[in-house]
Each structure stands twice: as C-alpha cells, then as structure tokens.
C-alpha cells in the first residue's frame, strides 16, 4: 500500500481504528442491593496507618454521611474507592463483579463513580451549560469529539441537569461568575452529566451560606434513589439535614454507624468527635 492509500486509510471516518476504542466497562450487577463494598482495607504512609481494616457498605441508592474528626480517613477513603491510593490490603468491589482494586482512575469513573472535591473546579472561561457539554458522558474518540454534534436528546439532557442543579437562568453566564454555592451545584452537574451510579461529594456545605446549604441538601436528597451517594461533611448541622445513615470515621477504622440520633449518643464518638 502507497503512502498516500495509508493516508487515506486512516482518515477515513467510516472507520474506528482499536487504539481510539475506549474499553466498555463492566455491567454493575447489584443482585443484592449493595453497590459499595469496601472489606478489611488497610494502607499505611510512612508507617501512619491511615486505613485500618475498614469495613463499609452502601446500599443501592442510599445517601450515607461520612463523619469523623481530621485524620481519621475519609480522604484516603474515598482516594482508595476512586482509585487514586492502592490499599496494602483488603478488597473493594462495585457491585458484585467490578473490582475497582484492579481499575485506574479513568476506568473507575467510566465503570460509574464520579467525585466532586471540596473546592469547586469548573471552566470558569465558559458558559454554563458549555461546562455541562464538556462533561458529557459518550464517544470521546478523536473523529467523533471533532465532529460532534449535540442531538436533541442531548439538549434535553443538558436542561433537565440545569433544572435539577437550579442553573435554568444562569446557563449563559460565565461559570467564573457565578456564586461559591452555585459553582458548588454547576460541578454536581457536571458529575450528572457523565450518568454516575455513585457519587463521591467531599463537603459540599464548606463556605456556603445558610440558604445555598439549604439548596444543596434540598439537591443532594433529590439524588438519593436514582444515585447511591457518600457526602464526607464536619458541618454538623448540614449532615443533621440530609442524613439518612451515619457513619463515624476515628484513626481508619469504622468507630459508629446508624441514624444521626444514634450517633449523636454514643458515648465513644461524643469523646472522639463530638465532644470537641
């Protein structure tokens, strides 16, 4: 073959050549209502222990609070569940066939679990519901992200996240301009967008006002059911507002877990955490 007929080859968009073919993730399979299952993780750092056999579960739709006093672990918690940190030990399962031990970061937010960090990152350049087209689940293969063209089912799609996340009126204004709360709820967003099963939200309620805490618990619970969610929050007033299970983090390990009244309570997280 010519250099040229190779050259023509390759363009031609008809066809997909197997290095642009992003590998499909595996079916979630939640035949027992569990889509989180982290068991006997332990990992250490420079012989600190920031893990220690921990044992968590989260159920299929569930919205779980994550508490617990600085150091305890929630950040390498949901660091190892993302696939950022290798655990010494233990397993963690998505559903009951995908190990996430043994996925990097990209197939582990293809697979369905998307995170949202304390700090709101979005393309403050650009224009709301641009943010929102930039997320967007699908083919990102070369030819097809330069020739995409958004179908009416997208459009649709992108209006109802702008409804859900409360942006309707905002979509053609600068995401730079927009409020802390609001660009807090443009990245929750932006996780929809990309259609995850699970959602990992490190304190949404951090620098916010009383009425955009509100807005984001009033968010947050909507979620619940159509997605499993884990929020990691010190505010305990917000938690008090969403919660519907809590669980108590101390030095790695699962130290409480129950309703926000039983926690409240227990004279061993009072001491730890509360108490303070």
Request: net charge negative.
């Amino acid at each position: 073959m010519s250099v040229l007929e190779s050259m023509r080859s390759f363009m031609r968009r008809d066809q997909v050549f197997e290095f642009l073919i992003p590998d499909t993730p595996p079916d979630l399979d939640l035949t027992h209502g569990v889509i989180l299952y982290l068991e006997e993780i332990s990992v250490s750092f420079d012989g600190f222990k920031a893990i220690d056999d921990l044992n968590l579960y989260i159920d299929d739709g569930e919205l779980r609070c994550i508490i617990g006093p600085n150091g305890a672990g929630k950040t390498t918690m949901m660091d190892i569940i993302t696939g950022k940190t290798r655990p010494d030990s233990g397993s963690a399962w998505f559903g009951q066939q995908i190990n996430l031990l043994k996925m990097d970061e990209p197939e582990i937010a293809a697979a369905g679990i998307g995170r949202k960090f304390q700090k709101p990152t979005v393309f403050e350049h650009h224009a709301v519901i641009e943010n929102l087209e930039l997320a967007m689940a699908g083919d990102k293969r070369v030819w097809t992200t330069l020739n995409a063209r958004l179908s009416g089912e997208q459009r649709d799609h992108m209006d109802e996240i702008l409804h859900i996340i409360g942006l309707n009126k905002q979509s053609a204004n600068l995401a730079g301009s927009l409020s802390h709360g609001q660009k807090q709820w443009l990245e929750i967003g932006m996780l929809l967008m990309q259609n995850p099963k699970l959602l990992l939200v490190d304190e949404p309620a951090a620098g916010m006002t009383h009425q955009e805490m509100e807005r984001t618990a009033e968010l947050l619970t909507s979620l619940a059911g159509t997605h499993s969610i884990i929020v990691v929050e010190h505010d305990m007033d917000f938690v008090r507002s969403i919660a519907q299970k809590v669980t108590v983090l101390h030095q790695g390990g699962v130290l409480a877990e129950g309703t926000m009244d039983e926690v409240q309570n227990n004279q061993r997280v009072i001491e730890v955490y509360l108490g303070e």
